[in-house]
């Protein structure tokens, strides 16, 4: 999945999966707290968060309505700022962490995540957790109760079935989840019910409440893959195409009032909605107002500051280092951390950068630190990286790390220039798409232009702005060969198999989610033989790939992300996310 954030990551959106975790048994589930300091909001900011694991992360037996958040109280506007513009509502097209979270407020799911002390649990939602045939190629989820839109409108099985059919439709939307144009049966045949009408073979309806999956390999982390976004129910006679991102058909406790895109989101309270049928979701707040596009620095200083309307906010976005030392006292309460599933990479595409030479000089020029801080990384949000598997992932191994692939250090432009040299490629030409209307990413740009131009390199470095970002980062036929999107990449549920098969892999270029843009069947197949493996036998594999490929050079490591923000002092009910890497907002409150 892509992360959240700014120009450094579309990697949220990221894939997630193949035959990963068992999903009809316990499973086990390592987070990783990496040392950094751990709290939730109210309790503090010490501690150190310990390695963890969770013995079930599936509960098929879960009900609404969801446990009460200790000391909530119903009323107010609660107000998100954030740096990132989201792109799209478009629940086909949702594949970033921070859209992902705040669909959460007015979109179900057929399943989706409790959080229970700060680890996510698979619980049903608009379905039981799904049934799997003998030959693992029939998925059957069966509707838990009677649900209705925002406008009063029963959802029927069948909107269930035409909201999968719609996510073919690639080409439509091109930002969405892939992993089933591969498991799905016809999944690579069928695009969607705008060209190829309702007739698809990987989804059918029985009755009135069950939905029936069908798919061409095994899937057993389907029930996980459920609790995406794209899988709300959609009604066909409702779907305005790309117009529907402006106001998506609500589910769950709130709806639009109010979007202004690239700039504002505004929520009210669906009336429609049915707590006594929904296990995770709250409905404290009367409204809520998300706010996108100021400097992340300064609205989270106004958020601790807490003067008037500011008390009742949140800044969605990890804490800028220059605002730690005043987390003492009361302030210290107002910070929230937790976990995070992301890391953060310097993509390099090696279809125009094949030479692996070019590519170890751009590693050793790099001034990682300088880039570290002038991004705001600090203890509580990250941790430099050397591998590609996140270390809240079971079967990351923290391997010797290859030359100048440790997300630190201040660089070497006259080693990186012999390198050059050497190859024959002094004066070789490197671009890439930056943010030119926030000060951090030019910052960001800014420094990597200057090590890379020191070291030899010819550099363009190519102004863009937040709300088109996005988009021209993931272009891979853009004019560029440097940090293409994914620029972080968030694992989709907690295996390898979510990260490697769909980062590295050659279908990964077409799909939009690819590290170092390779076309390697050799390696392709070495990935599937291990995502064919059962889980327990699969985990132990990864780390030997992961680290294959580090020695390629064809993303560099930058850091391994963690969940730090900051709420205002009449917040609570602030946890993090940990499979967004985000804040959650189902369980926020405002105190009085």
């Known amino acids: 999945m892509f992360p959240g954030g700014s120009d450094i990551s579309r990697g949220l959106h990221g894939e997630r999966c193949r035959a990963g975790i068992a999903a009809t048994a316990a499973l086990a589930l390592v987070l990783a707290g990496c040392g950094s300091p751990s709290s939730k909001n109210g309790s503090g900011a010490g501690g150190t968060a310990e390695i963890t694991t969770q013995q079930s992360a599936m509960d098929p037996d879960a009900k609404g309505p969801a446990p009460e958040v200790a000391g909530a109280v119903k009323g107010g506007t609660l107000t998100v700022y954030a740096e990132a513009v989201p792109t799209s509502f478009d629940p086909t097209d949702t594949y970033y962490a921070d859209a992902t979270v705040m669909e959460k407020l007015f979109l179900r799911t057929p399943t989706q995540y409790a959080l229970r002390d700060g680890k996510p649990v698979l619980v049903p939602d608009l379905t039981d957790l799904g049934a799997v045939s003998a030959d693992k190629l029939t998925w059957t989820f069966k509707m838990t109760g009677a649900y209705k839109y925002e406008d009063g409108t029963d959802v029927k099985?069948?909107?269930?079935?035409?909201?999968?059919?719609?996510?073919?439709?690639?080409?439509?939307?091109?930002?969405?989840?892939?992993?089933?144009?591969?498991?799905?049966?016809?999944?690579?045949?069928?695009?969607?019910?705008?060209?190829?009408?309702?007739?698809?073979?990987?989804?059918?309806?029985?009755?009135?409440?069950t939905l029936v999956i069908h798919l061409a390999k095994p899937f057993a982390d389907l029930p996980f893959f459920m609790a995406f976004p794209m899988f709300t129910p959609i009604p066909k006679a409702r779907d305005t195409k790309q117009e529907y991102k402006n106001h998506p058909l609500a589910t769950g406790p709130y709806m639009f009032a109010e979007y202004v895109a690239g700039t504002s989101l505004t929520l009210t309270k669906n009336p429609h909605w049915d707590p006594g049928t929904d296990p995770v979701r709250h409905q404290?707040?009367?409204?809520?107002?998300?706010?996108?596009?100021?400097?992340?620095?300064?609205?989270?200083?106004?958020?601790?500051?807490?003067?008037?309307?500011?008390?009742?906010?949140?800044?969605?976005?990890?804490?800028?280092?220059?605002?730690?030392?005043?987390?003492?006292?009361?302030?210290?309460?107002?910070?929230?951390?937790?976990?995070?599933?992301?890391?953060?990479?310097?993509?390099?595409?090696?279809?125009?950068?094949?030479?692996?030479?070019?590519?170890?000089?751009?590693?050793?020029?790099?001034?990682?630190?300088?880039?570290?801080?002038?991004?705001?990384?600090?203890?509580?949000?990250?941790?430099?990286?050397?591998?590609?598997?996140?270390?809240?992932?079971?079967?990351?191994?923290?391997?010797?790390?290859?030359?100048?692939?440790?997300?630190?250090?201040?660089?070497?432009?006259?080693?990186?220039?012999?390198?050059?040299?050497?190859?024959?490629?002094?004066?070789?030409?490197?671009?890439?798409?930056?943010?030119?209307?926030?000060?951090?990413?030019?910052?960001?740009?800014?420094?990597?232009?200057?090590?890379?131009?020191?070291?030899?390199?010819?550099?363009?470095?190519?102004g863009a702005s937040s709300a088109v970002i996005r988009a021209k980062a993931g272009d891979y036929n853009a004019p560029v060969n440097l940090d293409q999107a994914p620029r972080g990449w968030c694992s989709d549920w907690p295996t390898g198999s979510s990260w490697l098969p769909t980062l590295f892999e050659s279908r990964a270029v077409a799909e939009g989610t690819s590290w170092g843009m390779q076309q390697d069947k050799a390696l392709d197949a070495e990935i599937e033989a291990v995502a064919a493996l059962p889980a327990e036998q699969a985990t132990g594999k990864w780390a030997a790939l992961d680290r294959k490929i580090m020695g390629r050079y064809v993303a560099l490591p930058w850091y391994y992300g963690k969940t730090a923000f900051v709420v205002g002092s009449k917040v609570g009910g602030a946890e993090a996310d940990p499979t967004q890497g985000q804040p959650s907002y189902l369980g926020m409150f405002l105190r009085r």
């Open 157 to 209: 099985v069948e909107d269930l079935a035409y909201a999968v059919k719609r996510s073919f439709a690639h080409d439509v939307y091109p930002d969405g989840p892939t992993y089933q144009l591969s498991y799905f049966k016809d999944g690579d045949k069928y695009k969607g019910p705008y060209t190829d009408g309702d007739t698809f073979a990987g989804v059918e309806t029985q009755g009135t409440d």
């Open 284 to 462: 404290y707040v009367d409204g809520w107002s998300f706010r996108w596009g100021g400097d992340a620095v300064s609205t989270q200083q106004r958020v601790l500051n807490s003067a008037g309307a500011d008390a009742s906010s949140v800044q969605a976005e990890e804490i800028d280092s220059s605002l730690i030392p005043q987390l003492t006292g009361d302030k210290a309460k107002q910070l929230s951390t937790g976990q995070s599933p992301c890391l953060y990479v310097l993509n390099i595409d090696t279809r125009k950068i094949p030479d692996i030479n070019v590519r170890k000089a751009i590693a050793k020029a790099i001034n990682w630190d300088a880039i570290s801080k002038a991004n705001g990384n600090n203890p509580y949000t990250a941790q430099p990286a050397s591998t590609f598997l996140s270390p809240s992932v079971p079967g990351y191994e923290q391997y010797p790390p290859y030359p100048d692939l440790t997300g630190t250090g201040s660089g070497d432009p006259e080693g990186a220039k012999k390198i050059l040299i050497d190859a024959g490629k002094l004066g070789f030409a490197l671009s890439w798409y930056y943010d030119n209307t926030l000060p951090i990413p030019q910052q960001r740009s800014a420094i990597r232009a200057d090590n890379l131009t020191k070291a030899g390199f010819t550099v363009k470095a190519i």
